[in-house]
């Protein structure tokens, strides 16, 4: 989907690299197995980190062998199917779905073309996710629906639209137990965090292109980087707080890898321009 929430791969120990690689690879199999061969293609790093925030803590991490989607002549390890994968496996399709109609929608009748054959495609795993998820996704559509008439109203508020996404990802979080909360802000300050990146990200094609954007709507056409970062800073630092309040267990270090160096690198990248190089490397390229 976006593909900012990653972690540093330099600054990971390699039993928690190992980690991360293993929750990918097996949110990739869980994809796979629950909704088809087409699902995995909408596997992304966004939805590992809400892998890892789901999982309760331990103090290790099981895993399996099993056939890679990309190679299947080769064996990974993969963390085994567990309610957490399986969430996240569940809403990633949903917000798939949803974000396909958007782009539908966005693009017109022949650039939305291969947006319209994704969906026909994806069809099947999006009911089946959404009979298991019936919450997550009226709460995805509802919420997408208020943004694209923000969007079409041309919102001069770029927090209105922002709090729109940022509701839905607060939607993924559990909806009960302790965690409940501490979640539900840390999700919300991130889905705040990546719609006003990826506003920032895309201002000069939408410019191109006529459509919306958040910071230029705000800010104009040339845009207010000192002031779009502050904004930023402060989704970053409440996500740090609500972090600090719960205990990840043995995925704790991962975790704050992609809060403190990940997330802040990102958005550097996308500020000085590097990101779309940046974006393009895969974390684990260099395999041992």
């Not at 890892?52 to 963390?79: I, S, V």
């Not at 191109?208 to 104009?220: I, W």
Request: hydrophobic share 40%.
């Amino acid at each position: 989907m976006f593909g900012y929430v990653r972690p540093v791969r330099a600054e990971l120990k390699c039993r928690d690299f190992d980690l991360y690689r293993a929750t990918y690879c097996g949110l990739c199999r869980c994809l796979r197995r629950r909704y088809g061969l087409l699902a995995p293609m909408f596997l992304n790093y966004d939805f590992t980190f809400l892998a890892l925030l789901l999982w309760p803590p331990e103090t290790d991490f099981p895993t399996c062998y099993g056939r890679c989607q990309a190679n299947p002549l080769r064996k990974e390890p993969m963390c085994l199917d567990s309610p957490a994968l399986e969430q996240a496996a569940d809403e990633s399709i949903i917000l798939a779905w949803w974000k396909l109609n958007d782009n539908v929608q966005d693009n017109g009748l022949l650039r939305g073309f291969p947006y319209r054959a994704l969906l026909a495609g994806l069809y099947p795993a999006y009911r089946k996710a959404a009979r298991l998820r019936p919450a997550f996704d009226r709460t995805a559509q509802q919420n997408l629906q208020a943004l694209a008439q923000l969007e079409a109203e041309g919102c001069p508020s770029m927090d209105r639209a922002a709090d729109a996404f940022a509701k839905l990802l607060q939607a993924a979080a559990p909806q009960e137990g302790t965690r409940s909360r501490v979640l539900s802000q840390l999700l919300y300050h991130l889905g705040r965090w990546i719609y006003l990146l990826d506003a920032r990200d895309d201002l000069a094609e939408d410019l191109s292109v006529g459509r919306y954007n958040a910071v230029a709507a705000r800010f104009g056409p040339e845009g207010d980087d000192a002031c779009l970062r502050l904004t930023l800073d402060q989704s970053l630092r409440l996500m740090g707080a609500a972090f600090q309040l719960e205990d990840f267990g043995c995925r704790t270090a991962v975790l704050e890898n992609i809060l403190y160096l990940g997330l802040p690198l990102v958005q550097r990248a996308v500020f000085d321009g590097t990101w779309s190089e940046i974006k393009k490397q895969k974390i684990w390229s260099n395999r041992r």
